[in-house]
């Protein structure tokens, strides 16, 4: 059973950082796609940064740019995000998921496995 638990979120001021842990159990991370999303309050879930470690590939939405930076530890079965110069439009919902298949899509009915989620709330 492939379990992803998230931890790391908090409150911060505009300008500050914060990194999310993604630990996964169930399931190998660097053999397929995991990613990070986030849903603001009122507001359909999108993805933030995606990796594959096998495919050399990363995405990053153009809204968090070079702000935030996804990383994993194979070794830990851990993927995390590294978020800076927090804004207060990174309030959110974020949320560690996991996919099966071969690519890496930014849709999120495209991925399998999710975590409870994490909040972030950046106050300015």
């Known amino acids: 059973q492939v379990q992803l638990v998230e931890s790391g979120g908090g409150s911060v001021q505009a300008g500050g950082s914060l990194r999310l842990t993604c630990a996964a159990s169930?399931?190998?991370?660097?053999?397929?796609?995991m990613g990070w999303f986030r849903q603001p309050p009122g507001k359909e879930r999108e993805a933030v940064a995606l990796?594959?470690?096998?495919?050399?590939?990363?995405y990053y939405a153009a809204s968090v740019g070079d702000r935030f930076t996804i990383s994993q530890d194979t070794a830990k079965n851990t993927v995390y995000l590294h978020m800076h110069s927090l804004k207060s439009d990174d309030t959110a919902m974020y949320y560690c998921?996991?996919?099966?298949?071969?690519?890496?899509?930014?849709?999120?009915?495209?991925?399998?496995?999710w975590g409870q989620g994490t909040q972030v709330t950046v106050s300015s």
């Open positions: 998921a996991a996919e099966n298949g071969a690519y890496c899509s930014s849709r999120p009915e495209d991925f399998d496995y």
């Open positions: 990796i594959h470690d096998g495919r050399g590939y990363r």
């Open positions: 169930g399931y190998t991370t660097g053999t397929a796609c």
